[in-house]
């Protein structure tokens, strides 16, 4: 269910009027009519939820949030006023905490305990603003300064405002007093020149600088592609390149690696897209993407979090493992220097294998947790997610059934013991799951536990309380 969330510029510089003798604030009111009915040839879009947050001061920013309806939405839309300061930090972050209003009920940053794309509510916020000078009531300041004190219970628990399914953009209007330009050019619109566009870059949205009505068309019809189901990755490339490939596409370790410094597949921020199952309309998933840090049952509180995963590649060639009703994640990666660099290479029986650091008990760079491989077809990049440190657990897994015939000797349990030692402990639910589905249910004790202090435990459950309490 996506959520669209239109930030609106209500600042009194909207009340200029362009060249078609509409003001930007009615550009702006047009223009989110538009997206409605381009988004609405979708037909998942019935499950679509619009909310509304102007400029104005909080709490009187948010027109249309949560509990109000379609028809609120609309009605407010159609009676927004330009008057007062643009106030866009305070806005945006209004907006952002607005969207986390219902996560910590719903507990679906489960914080600690491994970050699962498959919970995710993807949101596309779109503020559509004049871009003039960023003013609020203290002065003109020449950068975007959100408030970091959120007022939302909880919201120390991540270091951003944002979070992974939450994507800025930002069309700003540019649009001429006089007549129109004569010199449109069609083709990509260009990013602005103001401060909104690096936070835009920052969530992994873009801005657009709207110059004519034709343009800001096309940019509506740009972002209606962009509201797609999924989680924002930083993709780091760890260790060194890999060696080239030679014209039969043998790898050619005489041919020197090309790469004298840092290429723009070294590091990505993309989308990997989080698709629902067919049947029932939700995403499945059987396995986290680890934490930064291993879980300390004496620790009273959490390490903060970043919005977005680091994920970290070896460009070593691996075969890639799975076995029999083992269950596994598969997601495609949003197209990006990565994935034309691997498709590139034509190597669809080869993977990467991916790591987040200081995920395992050394504070290095952790166990691989699955890895990057191109499909067969070369037609995409998949991330496939496995069981942390899978290459040691596969294997064992296929001797207990192959092998040993569900009857493990010692030398087995003792290498199965070493194994779930160096597992993170958010792990065991789903590998206990997983062991069920394979027809293995026992192997692993229940006295083992998840590895959070009692205190982390009540302060996320109290956080839970209050919120629910509060909305």
Same mark, same amino acid.
């Given at each position: 269910m996506p959520i669209l969330l239109f930030l609106l510029d209500t600042s009194a510089s909207m009340n200029q009027r362009t060249y078609l003798g509409t003001t930007y604030l009615d550009v702006a009111k047009?223009?989110? *009519?538009? $997206?409605m009915k381009l988004r609405a040839r979708d037909p998942a879009s019935r499950g679509d939820r619009y909310? +509304?947050? &102007? $400029?104005? =001061?909080?709490? #009187?920013?948010?027109?249309?949030g949560w509990k109000e309806n379609h028809a609120t939405f609309m009605c407010e839309l159609k009676n927004l006023q330009a008057s007062g300061l643009t106030t866009l930090g305070h806005a945006l972050r209004t907006a952002f905490d607005l969207l986390n209003l219902n996560r910590l009920i719903s507990g679906i940053d489960n914080y600690g305990q491994g970050r699962n794309p498959f919970?995710? *509510?993807? %949101?596309?916020?779109?503020?559509?603003?004049?871009?003039n000078k960023l003013t609020h009531s203290s002065g003109v300041p020449d950068e975007l300064h959100l408030p970091l004190n959120s007022p939302l219970a909880g919201s120390e628990l991540t270091k951003e405002p944002f979070r992974w399914d939450q994507r800025l953009f930002a069309l700003v209007l540019r649009l001429p007093g006089a007549a129109t330009p004569d010199n449109e050019q069609l083709g990509s619109v260009p990013t602005d020149e103001s401060a909104i566009t690096q936070m835009c870059e920052v969530t992994g949205g873009r801005s657009y600088c709207v110059r004519t009505q034709r343009m800001l068309n096309q940019c509506l019809e740009s972002l209606v592609q962009k509201v797609q189901s999924g989680v924002v990755i930083n993709f780091e490339k760890n260790g060194p390149d890999p060696p080239p490939i030679g014209e039969d596409n %043998?790898?050619? %370790?005489?041919?020197?690696? !090309? !790469? $004298?410094?840092?290429?723009?597949?070294? %590091?990505c921020h993309k989308l990997i897209y989080v698709r629902p199952n067919p049947k029932t309309g939700v995403p499945v998933g059987h396995w986290p993407i680890p934490e930064s840090f291993w879980p300390d049952q004496n620790s009273? &509180?959490?390490?903060?979090?970043?919005?977005?995963?680091?994920?970290? $590649?070896?460009?070593? =060639?691996? *075969?890639?493992m799975v076995i029999d009703k083992l269950p596994f994640d598969k997601y495609e990666l949003?197209? !990006?220097?990565? &994935?034309? #660099?691997?498709? *590139?290479?034509? !190597?669809?029986?080869m993977c990467w294998q991916v790591f987040v650091s200081s995920s395992g008990k050394q504070n290095d760079l952790g166990h691989p947790f699955g890895y990057l491989k191109a499909s067969t077809t070369l037609t995409c990049v998949n991330l496939f997610v496995m069981p942390y440190n899978y290459p040691v657990l596969l294997p064992l897994l296929d001797d207990f059934f192959k092998v040993h015939k569900l009857k493990p000797n010692l030398k087995w349990r003792q290498a199965f013991e070493m194994y779930l030692k160096t597992m993170p402990p #958010? #792990?065991?639910?789903?590998?206990?799951?997983? +062991?069920?589905?394979?027809g293995a249910p026992n192997l692993i004790a229940d006295t083992m536990?998840?590895? +959070?202090s009692y205190s982390v435990i009540s302060y996320l459950k109290k956080l839970s309380q209050q919120v629910n309490n509060e909305h």
């Open positions: 047009g223009a989110v *009519e538009v $997206f909310m +509304l947050v &102007t $400029f104005d =001061d909080p709490p #009187y920013g948010v027109k249309a919970f995710l *509510e993807p %949101s596309v916020i779109i503020t559509i603003t004049d871009g %043998s790898v050619d %370790s005489n041919r020197p690696v !090309s !790469s $004298f410094g840092p290429q723009p597949w070294h %590091s009273p &509180t959490l390490p903060p979090r970043t919005a977005h995963p680091v994920v970290r $590649f070896s460009c070593v =060639d691996c *075969e890639p949003e197209p !990006s220097p990565l &994935t034309q #660099y691997i498709l *590139e290479r034509k !190597s669809p029986h #958010y #792990y065991l639910l789903p590998l206990k799951k997983a +062991l069920r589905m394979m536990d998840c590895g +959070l």
